[in-house]
């Protein structure tokens, strides 16, 4: 008898184009393919006629349009802009879906970043399930639900703020939205729409773990069908050793950082970045330049090419270096590292919990003010020093947080509650872990 042939589940990925959105579903797409499931990771035209991709062979990176790449008259609001975007990636989407359907091998489930949840609506029409992947913490996305549902309003009215499952917030620990307010609220409701059409999700993925956000994931548990599925990226290391940056929208010098990490003692060099996005403006980057200076600690700086250019005339300290780009969990990994200023976005927060590096915190904007808040007052991982929209921070604040989490008093607290969530981080997604087990019973239903 002719044994029965199987054939893999196929799952396509629709991640956002933008790196701290890519990161994340990369690497939970390649934990799949690692389960023996069929992944076509799709990204924009545009992004793959910049992007370095690389080591991806376990799935295949297929490209749709969705109008940017063209030459045409950009459109004159941002909500025009993302209209037009949706328009035409939708058409496109669809047509890849049916062109797809008469393979071998036609997707049964699309994997969406949830701030794109159109993509649902095409992948049902087309007889396809759909997942939304969340790429912020669980109690940022249940924000954005009482942002939807009315219960909070946008601009914020109280003082305080008490939400299910979450601690009591202040105003400044809710996502900053002003900033990007434009009068039809675009960004806001592109945020809350999240939640649009969440009923009709099979299963609702984020990028966290039970032991860190047990409270609210319970909660939304109790609404959707929940599944924590991260640290993505540890996820990924389990197989690759980091080898995460697959898709990068930024060139890797690798320099000799490597080595000049080596040279240094345990725990004596800052780390600071504030991801692939986020930027200061030159009067911010000189405090934060003469306040490492004057913490007179070794730092290792990441300043995008696109900021260069805000760094103090000359600047140049014995004791730092600064690149362009580096793979940041290999950083953050290396016994060097005694803490990390950043600006709080999902990705850093979690691989720096992941590692067991304490953060000073220095949240920009949207979700980065409540994952500030989260690390200093509920993990107690770290010290927030601003989530202004406007103010400075000056250097001598900056010297001072950085003296308080080096070698301070509260420094080995700090390290002590850092490394409990590394261990947690990686129980959960080793095997029997949260994660692990979520990604487990997941793949198993979608096989049967
Ligand atoms: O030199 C660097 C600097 C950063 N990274 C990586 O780039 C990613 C950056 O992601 P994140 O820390 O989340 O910051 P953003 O790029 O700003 O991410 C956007 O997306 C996140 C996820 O939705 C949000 O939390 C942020 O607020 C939003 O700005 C991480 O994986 C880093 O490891 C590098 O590999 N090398």
């Not at 200076?293 to 900021?307: A, D, G, L, P």
């Amino acid at each position: 008898m002719a044994a029965a042939t199987i054939t893999k589940p196929h799952v396509l990925f629709v991640p956002r184009s933008a790196q701290g959105h890519i990161n994340p579903a990369l690497a939970f797409a390649k934990r799949l393919a690692s389960e023996g499931i069929n992944v076509t990771f799709i990204i924009t035209t545009k992004l793959s006629k910049s992007a370095k991709i690389s080591d991806c062979s376990s799935i295949t990176i297929d490209y749709i349009s969705d109008g940017s790449e063209e030459e045409v008259k950009e459109p004159k609001t941002i909500e025009a802009y993302y209209k037009r975007i949706k328009a035409v990636f939708s058409a496109n989407l669809a047509e890849f879906i049916q062109r797809q359907k008469s393979t071998g091998s036609p997707a049964k489930l699309v994997i969406y970043d949830s701030t794109m949840p159109w993509v649902l609506d095409v992948a049902q029409e087309w007889g396809l399930l759909g997942a939304p992947f969340f790429t912020q913490s669980g109690a940022v996305s249940s924000i954005f639900y009482h942002l939807k549902q009315g219960s909070l309003k946008f601009p914020y009215e109280d003082s305080t703020v008490s939400l299910p499952a979450l601690p009591t917030l202040q105003i400044n620990d809710l996502p900053s939205l002003s900033k990007f307010m434009d009068s039809n609220q675009t960004i806001l409701k592109l945020l809350a729409d999240q939640f649009l059409n969440l009923d009709r999700a099979v299963w609702v993925f984020i990028n966290t773990f039970d032991m860190l956000e047990k409270e609210v994931v319970e909660w939304m548990a109790s609404r959707w069908p929940i599944k924590t599925v991260g640290p993505t990226f540890l996820l990924q290391q389990k197989y690759d050793k980091f080898s995460n940056q697959t898709i990068s929208l930024f060139e890797l010098k690798l320099d000799s950082y490597k080595e000049w990490l080596d040279s240094k003692e345990a725990g004596s060099v800052i780390y600071v970045s504030f991801g692939s996005t986020a930027s200061l403006g030159k009067e911010q980057m000189e405090e934060l330049a003469f306040g490492l200076i004057k913490s007179n600690c070794y730092f290792f700086w990441v300043v995008r090419s696109s900021e260069m250019d805000k760094l103090p005339h000359n600047f140049n300290s014995e004791k730092g270096l600064i690149v362009e780009w580096c793979n940041q969990p290999e950083v953050l990994a290396h016994r060097a590292l005694a803490c990390f200023i950043s600006h709080c976005g999902w990705n850093s927060t979690l691989e720096a919990l992941s590692y067991g590096v304490p953060l000073i915190a220095m949240a920009q904007w949207v979700d980065q003010n409540t994952n500030a808040k989260f690390i200093q007052d509920v993990w107690r991982v770290g010290v927030a020093i601003g989530v202004g929209e406007n103010g400075i921070i000056g250097r001598e604040e900056i010297a001072m947080c950085i003296a308080q989490v080096v070698g301070g008093e509260r420094s080995i607290e700090l390290k002590r509650n850092a490394c409990k969530f590394k261990k947690l981080a990686n129980e959960a997604v080793e095997y029997g872990g949260t994660s692990a087990n979520n990604i487990q019973d997941f793949v198993s239903k979608l096989m049967s």
